[in-house]
């Protein structure tokens, strides 16, 4: 995932003070089938976050479990904000490839507008709209006919007061066109504009925004990614908005709710930045089961636990702010984690040894998500190999921090270049997704 810049203009904004109460965490699962709006299906989880990589870099730090259980286990966007129009087609297929090689559903969060953020933290984006029209050409091109999940170009609607009128116009030409672009390469592509969220624009004012930037050849709008609104607040926001757009003749819009950070506090007036405040929680797990007919998905949007750039670089990962949104919230839906210990192996010559321990993280139906804990013994390993059989029906779809090989019923993952030296009491984690029933594996673990 590339390192994508956060939003510093959002200050600017006219902040409504409506008193709220603070949204209790919803329970939702991480995948499964929608029972409400227009998408089913598993959201991908990209094993190259940086809060995954963090986790692996960090196994003995006592932050990691709960960043490791509650965000790094979770589907993320993949966000797309450096200008490269000579390599957005691969690197967009990239994504797209591993999320259908799992078969899940990827998000893809575009941020290239011209003056982006009205130059504040994140400013940057394409120099001109011509060159951004190549941008998004060049993206879509490597969407390839799948689904996929576009969050479309966050605050460029909610954001514009530094903007004329003609310049206004412009920007709202160039999101129609790139909408269109996008839907013609790919008709299988659900693309969401800018809504801002419940505390900024009025639903009027925005929805008139979103119908002046196209939002008819779009799926719907998202919410929440600047800021930390309750669900419920989003929810009828997004209900008064889809009734605008309805009284102008556009109908079948929904919504999109960015949950990653609005399980605290609410966020009051002038409230846009994270870095500083620990009164702020992830929200609902990510899904596209909502329950909510209006709503296509709870999304993670903005990666929990990279910073928005008032105190920290924008878009750097921060592990206290990942763990103080993490720490009081509950574990992901599904079973109990329950590490199933494995037998000592024998100590190879030197007497290294390394233990492995399994457990389930979540489970829906037709497959689950498991993770393996190898821990070294009282000496250094300088790498390790886990081996255990699949029981009858599972199948290891993908498989992060480590090589997977099977043969038959039975499994072998060796450590990575990266991740086979461990200290003395060192631990790193292996995590996969799988189809099949959950099960309770045994993995051997084998060091050297």
């Not at 757009?245 to 079948?252: F, N, T």
Request: proline content about 7%.
């Amino acid at each position: 995932m590339r390192v994508h810049p956060w939003r510093g203009g959002r200050w600017r904004a006219a902040i409504a003070t409506t008193a709220v109460a603070c949204a209790a965490v919803t329970a939702g699962l991480v995948t499964g089938d929608a029972r409400a709006g227009t998408l089913s299906g598993t959201l991908y989880r990209d094993p190259s976050t940086q809060v995954v990589r963090w986790v692996a870099a960090n196994p003995n730090d006592a932050r990691t479990p709960v960043i490791r259980d509650r965000i790094a286990s979770q589907p993320q966007a993949h966000w797309l904000s450096a200008f490269n129009p000579g390599t957005v087609t691969s690197e967009v297929s990239g994504v797209v490839d591993a999320a259908n090689s799992a078969n899940q559903i990827p998000v893809l969060s575009v941020y290239e507008i011209p003056n982006r953020d009205c130059g504040g933290a994140s400013a940057g984006g394409a120099p001109d709209y011509t060159q951004y029209q190549q941008w998004i050409s060049n993206f879509a091109q490597g969407v390839g006919g799948r689904t996929v999940i576009v969050i479309l170009e966050t605050d460029a609607l909610a954001l514009q007061s530094c903007l004329s009128g003609s310049d206004i116009t412009a920007r709202d030409q160039a999101i129609a066109q790139a909408v269109q672009t996008i839907k013609r390469a790919d008709p299988n592509a659900k693309v969401y504009l800018d809504g801002g969220h419940s505390a900024w624009n009025s639903a009027t004012e925005q929805g008139g925004r979103l119908k002046a930037a196209g939002v008819q050849y779009a799926d719907g709008f998202f919410t929440n990614v600047s800021n930390f609104q309750p669900l419920s607040n989003e929810a009828a926001y997004g209900r008064s908005i889809i009734s605008y757009l309805q009284s102008q003749g556009i109908s079948g819009k929904r919504q999109i709710i960015d949950t990653s950070r609005n399980g605290g506090a609410v966020g009051g007036q002038g409230d846009w930045c994270g870095d500083d405040n620990t009164d702020h929680r992830i929200g609902a797990y990510p899904t596209l089961d909502t329950g909510d007919q209006n709503v296509d998905g709870y999304l993670w949007v903005k990666p929990p636990g990279e910073a928005d750039g008032c105190q920290y670089t924008a878009g750097s990962f921060v592990p206290d702010l990942a763990y103080n949104l993490a720490s009081t919230a509950p574990n992901p839906p599904g079973p109990t984690p329950t590490p199933t210990p494995t037998p000592t192996p024998t100590p190879p010559p030197g007497g290294r040894t390394c233990t492995a321990t399994y457990q389930t993280m979540s489970s829906w139906q037709g497959g689950f998500q498991g993770q393996i804990s190898v821990t070294a013994g009282t000496s250094a390993i300088n790498g390790w190999k886990l081996t255990f059989s699949l029981p009858g029906g599972v199948s290891i779809g993908q498989l992060w921090n480590g090589t997977l090989t099977t043969s038959g019923s039975t499994a072998t993952v060796t450590n990575l270049s990266w991740n086979g030296t461990l200290a003395p009491g060192a631990s790193a984690q292996v995590g996969f997704t799988a189809t099949g029933a959950a099960s309770s594996l045994t993995p051997t673990c084998t060091a050297s």
